[in-house]
């Protein structure tokens, strides 16, 4: 597919093109609601060509289950069962991974002080990530879905180091208000980004 190679022109899905890996296209998902506007969508849903996709194999519906399939990903069931977008690629070797663990301390007199954790859930990850070597329209997937969530919307990650997958599929929230890019050369691309654990 000649697709543009612009993180801001993504096109609908068109059932009559072939896809390669990496292309991204757009679903619209319109309301059902009188109060709608007629024609405007709710909100729009990004897939991500996870191999060659011949014509014809479009994205799962908005009404379906499915949250993506053998051709298309980017959506994933959290493990709330509610639909979030989910982040495919794999990071180079060189991540790194931050604990500070949200602390209240009351402090008194000669030193002594009382430690309490703040909330049930307060040892959340930061997790630094290159994606190094990355192809023009690799940069342009991985950076499109990180621009697509503008730093405030939540998502699951595919790819995290092995020590902290949870075994029992439980899906870590994460957003990335900060990453930037590097053209080192023709068709080669760096990314760098910061995902920091969220509960929601």
């Not at 630094?128 to 023009?136: C, D």
Request: glycine share 6%; net charge positive; aromatic share 14%.
């Amino acid at each position: 597919m000649s697709a543009v190679n612009s993180i801001y022109k993504i096109s609908n899905y068109d059932g009559s093109t072939a896809y390669e890996r990496n292309d991204i296209v757009q679903q619209p998902v319109l309301s059902s609601s009188p109060a709608q506007t007629p024609g405007v969508p709710k909100e729009i849903r990004y897939f991500y060509a996870l191999k060659a996709v011949p014509a014809g194999n479009q994205p799962p519906a908005a009404n379906s289950n499915a949250a993506s399939n053998q051709f298309w990903g980017g959506l994933a069931r959290s493990s709330s069962g509610v639909m979030k977008p989910h982040f495919l690629w794999k990071p180079s070797y060189n991540g790194s991974v931050s604990h500070a663990p949200r602390v209240n301390i009351i402090s008194f007199g000669n030193g002594y002080e009382q430690r309490v954790q703040d909330g049930i859930y307060n040892g959340l990850i930061s997790f630094s990530a290159s994606f190094e070597m990355r192809t023009e329209k690799e940069a342009r997937a991985i950076i499109q879905f990180l621009r697509a969530r503008r730093g405030a919307q939540s998502f699951s990650m595919a790819h995290l180091p092995p020590i902290y997958s949870d075994p029992a599929n439980f899906k870590k929230l994460f957003i990335c208000s900060n990453f930037d890019s590097t053209f080192t050369f023709f068709d080669n691309y760096t990314v760098k980004a910061t995902f920091i654990e969220k509960n929601n």
